[in-house]
């Protein structure tokens, strides 16, 4: 698990890609309820406040590891991630990451996933 959140290595298929971007977003989901149920200038809304925050920073760096992993699958060099953050490009690039079937065999990012699609 660790490598497919953090690592900036190797290539995953289309199925782990959106899974794990599904999953942290319900993990994001979860801080940002209980923020919103609870009063705006209490300490617990602080409490979570923060923890929303930390889990956004973790979810952002998991979005650009899973990105540069997909994006190695599909034979692209990992800077191309950056297009992830670029406004209206960012929905096409990705559904792009998404949808487009990774390079069949190795290439130079490593063998092929062995999760199919």
Same mark, same amino acid.
């Given at each position: ?34 923020? /919103?149920?609870? &009063?705006?200038? $209490?300490?617990? !809304?602080? @409490? ?7 889990? *956004? ?26 297009? /992830?953050?670029? &406004?209206?490009? $960012?929905?096409? !690039?990705? @559904? ?7 390079? *069949? ?13």
């Amino acid at each position: 698990m660790p490598w497919l959140f953090f690592k900036l290595t190797g290539r995953i298929s289309r199925v782990p890609y959106i899974l794990a971007f599904l999953l942290f977003s319900v993990v994001m989901s979860f801080p940002l309820y209980q923020y /919103l149920r609870v &009063p705006e200038e $209490s300490s617990e !809304a602080q @409490l979570w406040s923060k923890f929303f925050l930390v889990s *956004a920073a973790v979810f952002f760096w998991v979005h650009i590891a899973t990105s540069v992993k997909r994006l190695h699958d599909l034979g692209r060099p990992g800077f191309f991630v950056i297009g /992830l953050f670029i &406004p209206v490009i $960012s929905l096409i !690039a990705f @559904l792009a990451l998404c949808l487009m079937p990774g390079q *069949a065999g190795a290439n130079q990012y490593g063998q092929q996933p062995d999760v199919p699609a």
